[in-house]
């Protein structure tokens, strides 16, 4: 039988939920198996934006109603009924979970969004929770680990410890959606971000339109 091998993603508590949201439905439908980390900041971002209290008790019923929802209030088309069968949430105080020790199978790490905060630990090395740990684990095996820093403007600190990050082998992704690929609703932004996410962890997906070496093409038609 083929051994499980996740994705680790961490929630840190920036702004951009629907980013997370974004990259774990486009790992799921790639057939991908998550492991779930949401820091305690990141219960705030996500109540702010959504409305929903995650509550490590009720992990299942919360993230089926987080990935429901589509970053224009409406519910996203994303069946999360049997795919949530492959994921798996570990509490962010518990530094004994699986993924904060290096023998642990994982792929790499996708941080969605990336606090400052959880930026600055993560070049640091504080390993202060288990998002954080899981990340310095991550750069120690010389897995993959993507930081989708959510953060304008950005002082000399934050510029620093995105440095310390992209030389430590990190790819540092600023949540910076792009228009030239059509977008017509936040949604679309949301997605750009999150496929540029995917793209740099090496996962199929099909959440934006890619360039293709013409002008034009993201300017709405008249008919
Ligand atoms: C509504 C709200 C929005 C926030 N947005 C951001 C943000 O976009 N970027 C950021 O770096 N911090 C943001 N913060 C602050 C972080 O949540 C805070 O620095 C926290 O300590 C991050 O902790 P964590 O990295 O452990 O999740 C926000 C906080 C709140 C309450």
């Given at each position: 039988m083929k051994s499980r091998q996740p994705?680790?993603?961490g929630v840190s508590g920036a702004s951009g939920t629907p980013y997370a949201a974004a990259v774990l439905r486009g790992l799921l439908a790639a057939g991908e198996s998550v492991d779930l980390v949401v820091s305690r900041a990141s219960r705030l971002t996500l109540l702010d934006?959504?409305?929903i209290s995650f509550r490590d008790a009720h992990w299942r019923e919360d993230l089926a109603a987080w990935l429901a929802r589509g970053a224009d209030g409406k519910p996203d088309t994303f069946d999360v009924s049997d795919a949530l069968g492959d994921v798996r949430y570990w509490a962010a105080g518990d530094l004994a979970a699986g993924p904060s020790s290096g023998s642990y199978p994982?792929?790499?790490m996708l941080v969605v969004p990336a606090s400052t905060a959880a930026v600055a630990g993560v070049a640091l090395g504080l390993s202060k929770d288990l998002l954080q740990r899981t990340a310095s684990v991550t750069l120690k095996e010389r897995r993959?680990?993507?930081?989708?820093?959510?953060?304008?403007?950005?002082?000399g600190q934050t510029l620093r410890h995105m440095v310390a990050l992209d030389e430590a082998g990190a790819v540092v992704l600023p949540a910076s959606p792009a228009f030239y690929a059509g977008a017509t609703h936040i949604q679309d932004l949301v997605d750009f971000v999150a496929g540029r996410v995917l793209d740099a962890a090496g996962?199929?997906?099909r959440l934006y339109r890619r360039w293709e070496g013409e002008l034009g093409g993201a300017t709405p038609r008249s008919d």
């Amino acid at each position: 039988m083929k051994s499980r091998q996740p994705w680790v993603v961490g929630v840190s508590g920036a702004s951009g939920t629907p980013y997370a949201a974004a990259v774990l439905r486009g790992l799921l439908a790639a057939g991908e198996s998550v492991d779930l980390v949401v820091s305690r900041a990141s219960r705030l971002t996500l109540l702010d934006e959504t409305g929903i209290s995650f509550r490590d008790a009720h992990w299942r019923e919360d993230l089926a109603a987080w990935l429901a929802r589509g970053a224009d209030g409406k519910p996203d088309t994303f069946d999360v009924s049997d795919a949530l069968g492959d994921v798996r949430y570990w509490a962010a105080g518990d530094l004994a979970a699986g993924p904060s020790s290096g023998s642990y199978p994982a792929k790499g790490m996708l941080v969605v969004p990336a606090s400052t905060a959880a930026v600055a630990g993560v070049a640091l090395g504080l390993s202060k929770d288990l998002l954080q740990r899981t990340a310095s684990v991550t750069l120690k095996e010389r897995r993959p680990l993507v930081v989708a820093v959510r953060e304008t403007p950005l002082n000399g600190q934050t510029l620093r410890h995105m440095v310390a990050l992209d030389e430590a082998g990190a790819v540092v992704l600023p949540a910076s959606p792009a228009f030239y690929a059509g977008a017509t609703h936040i949604q679309d932004l949301v997605d750009f971000v999150a496929g540029r996410v995917l793209d740099a962890a090496g996962v199929p997906h099909r959440l934006y339109r890619r360039w293709e070496g013409e002008l034009g093409g993201a300017t709405p038609r008249s008919d």
